[in-house]
C-alpha cells in the first residue's frame, strides 16, 4: 500500500497549513497517510527530530512519499541520506524547504537554525535512496530565497517547481491547500 508521511517544520503543527487537505486527499485516493508530530516545534533539534522521524517511518519502500514543509524539508532529505543503503523512498516532495539559508531571522532564530544550515547531507547518499526528489518554491516566499531552488537541483537532481503567490505555504500566507503538489504525488 501507498504510505505518505506528512513532516511539518519549524514552529508547524501536525493539523496546520496545507498538511489536513493534502491527508485527506490522499486518503481519498486511497494512500495510508502519517501526519508527523515533531517534538519542541519551536525549538528543533536535529538529533531529536530525526530520532523521532526514524521511529515513526518504518520499513520505507518505494511505495513510500515523503513530504516535508519548511524546515521538514531538511527531516526529508536527512532521513533519506540515513537509511541509504538500506531501504529507497519512492517519492520526495520538498514545499518551500529550508535548504541552505533562511531570509528575516531575529538573532535568537539564527542561534536555533544554525546547526540545521551547517551540518552536511550527504548527497550522493540521498541520490542512492530517492532519485524523484521534487522542490515546490513560491516567488512570493519571505523565508526561502531563490538560491535554494538552485542549490537543491544542483546537489539532488530535483525537480523544480514554482508557484506564484503562495508565499511559505502556510497558514499565514493563507495556504490551506496545495492542489499543484497534490497533481505531483500523483504523477
Known amino acids: 500500500m501507498k504510505h505518505a508521511y506528512l513532516i511539518h517544520g519549524w514552529g508547524g503543527k501536525p493539523e496546520g497549513g496545507f498538511r489536513p487537505w493534502l491527508r485527506d486527499q490522499l486518503h481519498a485516493a486511497g494512500w495510508a497517510v502519517t501526519i508527523l508530530k515533531l517534538p519542541h516545534s519551536d525549538f528543533p533539534i536535529i538529533a531529536e527530530w530525526m530520532l523521532y522521524t526514524k521511529e515513526t517511518i518504518q520499513n520505507p519502500d518505494s511505495e513510500t512519499l515523503i513530504v516535508g514543509h519548511s524546515l521538514g524539508g531538511q527531516v526529508a532529505l536527512r532521513f533519506a541520506e540515513s537509511i541509504s543503503g538500506i531501504s529507497h523512498i519512492g517519492k520526495i516532495i520538498l514545499v518551500a524547504p529550508v535548504i541552505q539559508t533562511v531570509f528575516g531571522l531575529t538573532d535568537g532564530q539564527k542561534k536555533i537554525i544554525h546547526p540545521w544550515l551547517v551540518a552536511p ?65 500523483l504523477m
Not at 524523484?132 to 519571505?142: A, E, L
Open 121 to 185: 547531507i550527504d548527497d550522493e547518499k540521498v541520490k542512492k535512496c530517492c532519485s524523484n526528489i521534487v522542490g515546490f518554491f513560491s516567488d512570493n516566499d519571505r523565508w526561502i530565497p531563490k538560491e535554494n531552488m538552485e542549490f537543491l537541483k544542483n546537489r539532488f537532481n530535483a525537480k523544480i517547481i514554482v508557484e506564484s503567490g503562495m508565499g511559505h505555504y502556510n497558514s499565514e500566507s493563507g495556504i490551506a491547500s496545495v492542489p499543484a503538489v497534490y497533481k505531483e504525488i
